[in-house]
């Protein structure tokens, strides 16, 4: 059941992660916890928040930068390798790994599209211990060129682990055929043969970290149980001699799409067909009433409880997956429906039958209870995932990301809670349109 | 600048109210038979475990992964009171759902729920265990989903993965735990309805179902649950007796030839060793100084990613870590009568064209040699401190939501654990206990070998098997350089010996691998 199980998680984080949390219905913050927000002259934001469990926390370090700020020629997947060299330690403390296992430290990052994320859980006593570490690594992580080579290796090794299936082939494509300027063109992971010149790039990371790892492109979000004065103190302490310097990276943007594009590409191993319907979508904003409606709708139309799956899915067996990916980013980007077609012969006209589904959520609205039910699934969809410190922490990091504060959080689900079928309907109109379409389709190789 | 908010009072809000020991415990309630309510009060959430005593290792020959199936089929198909589409609809308000997962003993059926929606959400669930339509419609999808992964998706996605369940696979030949709880594509396409309900009534009597439940439960909930599964008739279940453990005597190689970049690699033996029995904690202590999940400073991580650059990561286990590419959150309800140890060496690239197989061999001698190193030396007394330290906090980890807490009670309950000697409570206890002599005992006993299964997925294994053959030396470069003392030990690596016969050494092709039995 792995594969499947996998599966079926996707399905049911669409409800939250693809199209977020829904506001209380009474216009308060859904946002529940105690806050203490504070900012230092240097730019640095953070966040304090009781909750968790007790005697433990989670810190998170989320800086505004990821593969979106990757601009220049063939250094694609540098915000990813750099988050491998934070990791590689400093001066004062050249063996980070080392200390954060003496105290049992749950550590990790991980790199999207619009951000690097750092995190350690561990024990609320060794607060200090974690402000000084991290605050250390962030301004004067030094690694020798050797290390660098070294882990470029590693980098690869990771590139290689996804590269040959066939859903990082399709999304490869995808991109290529709806970016032509912007960096969302490349996946966070790079173009291979960035990748593999990562080696000769020494000197470029050494700018990288001197460009985006500043503080006015840093916030610190802590979750857990301890004292706020105490973390406060602490904070302006290790960080305060942090110089400013943030280089905001030139992004290009992207020329408008005004006629629909089409792609296909042939994969060498066995796979089913898949099918995908993308439109370029706005960027992320809290209060933006046809992005948020654009987020919803790609549940209420294309999800587990829509009418197509239950036509396409359950009843014709036509297709054995049907998920849409509504979920904006910081910069406009792409939105996605993909389908997994049982029968070669049947793709056009699945193409089609989905395609005739778009129309008419542009001329018909859905019914009260569908959307009453959807902003229900947001909101429990978000409660539920506030159970651990650092789910805490990544339940706020997208409005972190896309505006440098948590407030938006709440913003958002006022915003969803106030929309009306009508807006449904306006987002479909205004975003599901032929001139933002680019349909892509993979197929097995000979057939 | 600051601001500062207070709120309270929300129902949301609410923090898990039990201290930070209930972290390593929970708060376990053994009670009735055949129930564990781990009440948590204050807990805004509600999590099921229903655990049934059936699994893989009860597929009937030629129906391999019929216990898969009949779990998948009651987790996502119809009921007789609802659609599957209309429990879609119903659930969805909800943002929760309900799931199977089968491993080769044992059958959970988990779910979580805010409490403001416990009833709604358990008449549902309850609905799918006891009373499951049987559709043929349902029945036609999950089978044809379950096809598309076996034929597709299990073979062509991700090797690593693959790797390891070829490892099993390998390792358990002649036994019930031998075939992938999903099956092989022949022994599912025979599998029938009338074959899943006979299955389901065989297996899913109420003496062989245990309920758990825990988080913010009402008064009586754990009993009424309870009664509910007691609608459902008395059975007899044989038990499946435990694979014998034996370790292999040779070194027995199988490479599935692909077309690729990089070789996955898992290597390992059966092992004696079940949570909570003799040197368990011992040889987690070894472990995880070997080669923990995912953690940097693991001496196989160290010396094939951190030294070298040469993957992502490797690691080690002595329980199933299914699906580790995708997870850090140690797994729960895998719990066997057997298990193995097992080395992973994530994919390794070729670095420029045709030196894959060198590299491929060099990281499998560098863990095989520091495998034999720990074997031979023992786990030196500093180091044994500083991995019992780390294990003692970062326990604290395990167990670190209702859902979590409540499955490792359910494994407790398999291993015959009681309150109070589980293993989430058991860990600091038990690591603080352990002096160098007995834990340098257990490595010998555990890790000592004479033999080894060893899976490569990579391209030209004819190839591959020629060097292995050869006996040659298998040295690597690097895009930098290297310390004078890594480069002497890469000279011991790359000719470290690993001796197999060609007889020894099997080639599939991955269009055949899990074909059949």
């Known amino acids: 059941m792995r594969a499947l199980l996998a599966a079926t998680l996707l399905a049911c984080a669409s409800l939250g992660a693809l199209a977020p949390p829904a506001a209380a219905q009474t216009g308060e913050d859904i946002f529940p916890f105690e806050t203490h927000r504070f900012e230092l002259d240097n730019g640095l934001r953070v966040y304090l928040i009781h909750a968790g469990s007790p005697g433990m926390l989670a810190y998170a370090s989320i800086v505004r930068t990821g593969a979106r700020d990757e601009v220049e020629q063939g250094v694609t997947g540098f915000a990813h390798f750099f988050e491998h060299m934070m990791f590689r330690g400093t001066a004062k403390y050249p063996n980070f790994d080392g200390i954060t296992e003496s105290f049992g430290g749950n550590r990790n990052a991980n790199t999207s599209q619009d951000r690097t994320f750092y995190y350690i859980v561990a024990g609320s006593e060794y607060l200090e211990k974690i402000v000084d570490l991290e605050s250390d690594r962030f301004q004067n992580l030094a690694y020798s060129e050797p290390d660098f080579r070294t882990e470029a290796g590693a980098i690869l090794g990771e590139y290689q682990q996804g590269a040959y299936s066939s859903f990082s082939m399709l999304d490869r494509t995808v991109r290529e055929t709806i970016f032509n300027t912007h960096t969302y063109r490349h996946q966070v992971i790079g173009f291979e043969a960035d990748v593999r010149a990562m080696p000769e790039q020494y000197q470029y990371s050494l700018d990288f970290f001197k460009r985006f790892y500043r503080p006015e492109n840093v916030v610190v979000v802590v979750v857990g149980d301890f004292d706020f004065a105490q973390a406060e103190a602490l904070i302006r302490q290790y960080y305060a001699g942090w110089a400013p310097g943030y280089q905001a990276p030139a992004v290009p943007a992207e020329p408008e799409q005004t006629a629909p594009r089409t792609a296909s590409v042939e994969y060498r191993g066995r796979t089913l067909p898949m099918l995908t319907l993308n439109w370029m979508a706005p960027g992320w904003n809290a209060t933006d009433r046809v992005g948020v409606a654009l987020e919803i709708l790609g549940d209420i139309a294309f999800g587990p409880n829509s009418d197509v799956y239950r036509k396409l899915v359950i009843d014709e067996q036509r297709l054995q997956a049907l998920q849409a990916g509504f979920g904006l980013s910081r910069d406009p980007d792409f939105i996605q429906v993909m389908a997994m077609v049982s029968d070669p012969a049947d793709v056009p006209a699945i193409e089609a039958e989905l395609l005739a589904e778009v129309e008419r959520f542009k001329e018909e609205l859905v019914d009260e209870k569908t959307l009453a039910d959807t902003k229900s699934a947001m909101r429990y969809g978000f409660l539920m995932r506030l159970e651990t410190h650092l789910n805490v922490a990544n339940a706020v990091a997208r409005a972190i990301i896309n505006t440098g504060e948590l407030e938006p959080t709440n913003d958002y689900y006022r915003t969803l809670a106030s929309l009306t079928v009508e807006d449904v309907r306006e987002a479909a109109r205004q975003i599901l349109t032929e001139g933002r379409r680019t349909i892509v389709t993979l197929t097995q190789a000979g057939g | ?517």
């Open chain 2, 1 to 517: 600048m600051t601001e500062h908010r207070r709120k309270g009072g929300a129902r949301v809000a609410l923090l898990s109210a039990f201290a930070i020991g209930g972290l390593l415990s929970g708060c376990v309630d053994a009670g009735q038979e055949g129930t564990i309510a781990m009440a948590e009060e204050g807990s805004p959430f509600v999590a099921f475990n229903i655990w049934v005593k059936v699994g893989s290792q009860n597929d009937p020959q030629g129906k391999e992964g019929l216990a898969t199936l009949t779990a998948n089929l009651l987790g996502d198909g119809s009921t007789q009171q609802d659609s599957y589409q209309q429990i879609l609809e119903k659930l969805y308000p909800m943002a929760t759902g309900y799931g199977a997962q089968v491993d080769k003993e044992m059958t959970v059926f988990r779910g979580t729920v805010h409490v403001d929606n416990l009833e709604a959400f358990y008449g549902l669930f309850k609905n799918a265990l006891l009373s499951p339509a049987f559709s043929e419609a349902d029945f036609e999808r999950v089978k044809s989903q379950t096809l598309n992964y076996l034929e597709r998706g299990r073979r062509y996605n991700r090797d690593e993965d693959l790797g390891k369940q070829l490892l099993y696979w390998m390792a358990y030949e002649g036994t019930p735990y031998q075939h992938p709880e999903e099956g092989y594509v022949q022994s599912v396409q025979s599998i029938t309805l009338d074959d899943v309900r006979a299955f389901y009534e065989k297996f899913y009597v109420r003496n062989n179902i245990v309920v758990g439940v825990g988080g913010g439960l009402p008064a009586g909930f754990a009993e009424r649950v309870r009664a509910d599964i007691d609608t459902r008739p008395e059975g007899v279940v044989e038990e499946v007796p435990p694979p014998a453990v034996v370790k292999p005597d040779r070194v027995r190689v199988l490479i599935v030839e692909k077309e690729t970049d990089a070789s996955a690699i898992s290597l390992g033996f059966p092992t004696e060793l079940v949570r909570g029995g003799p040197d368990f904690y011992a040889m987690k202590l070894a472990n995880a100084w070997f080669g923990d999940h995912r953690n940097s400073f693991s001496n196989l991580y160290q010396v094939i990613r951190e030294r070298r650059g040469m993957n992502y990561g490797d690691y080690s286990y002595i329980e199933p870590y299914p699906n580790g590419s995708a997870t850090q959150d140690r797994p729960v309800n895998f719990s066997r009568r057997s298990n193995l140890f097992e080395i992973w060496i994530r994919p390794i690239s070729l670095t420029q064209p045709g030196n894959l197989h060198q590299r491929t061999l060099f990281a499998t001698r560098a863990a095989w040699r520091e495998l034999d190193r720990l074997v031979a030396n023992g786990l030196p007394q500093d180091q044994l401190e500083r991995t019992r330290r780390y294990l003692h906090d970062f326990s604290l980890n395990y167990g670190s939501t209702v859902s979590r807490r409540l499955s490792y009670a359910v494994d407790d309950a398999f291993y015959g654990l009681g309150p109070g000697a589980g293993y989430l409570a058991s860990i600091r206890p038990a690591l603080a206990a352990l002096d160098k002599a007995t834990v340098d005992a257990a490595i010998k006993k555990h890790f000592g070998y004479s033999g080894m299964y060893v899976v490569f997925i990579t391209s030209d294994a004819e190839a591959l098997k020629q060097l292995l053959l050869s006996g040659e030396a298998t040295p690597i470069t690097y895009a930098g350089e290297q310390p004078a003392e890594i480069q002497q030990e890469d000279l011991e690596i790359a000719a470290y010996p690993i001796e197999v016969a060609a007889e020894d050494i099997r080639i599939m092709d991955i269009s055949q691998v899990f074909e059949s039995r």
